[in-house]
Each structure stands twice: as C-alpha cells, then as structure tokens.
C-alpha cells in the first residue's frame, strides 16, 4: 500500500541530489507516515522544500482526520476524475525519498515488513499532487497525495501498488506547468525492477512513532507478531 517511506540522507547530499535549498528543519526520517510533515518540492516553488502533511485534504474537507484516507491517488484514476485531473494539471509535486516500506501477507494475518530502494542506494523522487486548505483557525495548510502505480515485478511479490518514481531525467518536466497533460500521464507507470532492491526489516517499522536508522537495515523476516518466516 505504500503508506511509509524514508528520506535518510543528510541534508548536503539531498539538496545536491534535487538541486534544491533546504530548510533548517531538514532532518533525516526512517519512518515517514501519513498525517506527518514531510518535504516536497512544488512546481509553484521548485527551488525549495516546502513541508506539506501527508494527506490530501480538499478545500472542502478541511477535518484532518479525513486526510487519513485520502494519502494515496491511483495513476489510473486521475484521467477520470476531474478533481484529480485538474491537480494534475495545476498542482504537481515531487516528493523526495530514498526507500519506501511495504507489507507481505504471508499467513492470514501475518505481516512481513520490506523495504524497498534504488539499487545504487540513491535518493530518488516519487510523483505526487498537493492541495491548500484553511483549518479552523483560519490558518492556510497544505498537504499532498503520493500518487501509486501497479507495481513492478519485485514489489508485487509484496503488494500490487508501488509509488510513481519519476526519472530523475524527467523531473524538470514534472514540474514544469507548461507540460501536457498526456505526457504527464506518461509518467505514471512502474519503475524497473532491476534498477531496485529489496530486504526484510524489523516489524519495529509499524510503529509510526519510532523513527531511527535501524529500521532500514536488514532482519530476519518476521510478522508484527515476532514469528519469524522462511519467505523472502
């Protein structure tokens, strides 16, 4: 389902990777979830971070708690829906990363945590769309959806979704608003797997509050309930 990712790298070696100033309150995440702040980097201001909530919340849905469901768009949706299709054309984002986790059902309510990453170790940007709104203060917001893909041939051994991976070479014209719309729906589709790798970690990664480096390194497969698997 893609619902957690990671954006490890230090603050130099990010804003060399996406060309971009960052902020101060940069600081390495192993365990990004949705309702979170989290960089990105917008087509209305593609110099800088800016720092969204995860979450897509319409300007007629200003509850919080609505974005909860909201975080993911489907590539194959945003043509159909007018909503969808009009953030496509206005309100693009990149948003930075380095891994994503996902889920392995390998019993009926058994778990196994994966994480997924470019095969050079390198950071890398996933596709999305952003969204202003007011709370009830009054106060303008912004949050932003990651817009998932039908996965590739090494996710799929885990779940039928993956983040979109824009091209690094293709990144400008994400951002760039004179972009077609059919190009940018070419976009859209799985990156190679053999550009990515895989590796089982600690089921310490469905805790949305823990977030520290050891939650990307390799562990023995096991499910949110300690058993430990012979699947890999």
Known sequence: MSSRYTLSKPPEEVARRFKADVTDSYEPRFNIAPTQLAPVITSDSPKGFSFFYWGLISK???????SERLYITRAEQIPEKASAKT???ERRCLIPADGFYDWKKVSKKGQVPYYFFEKQHQPFAMAGLWEEFEDDEGEQM?????ITCAANQLVSEASD?????????????WLNKATPFEELVSMLTPFPALQMQRHPVSSRVNNIKYDAPDLILPAAPSDQFGNYTLFD
């Open 161 to 173: 979704r993956m983040p979109v991976m824009i091209e690094k070479s293709r990144e400008s014209a």
């Open 87 to 89: 953030a496509l054309m």
């Open 60 to 66: 007629w849905a200003n509850n919080k708690s609505i």
């Open 142 to 146: 912004h949050s932003f959806t990651l």
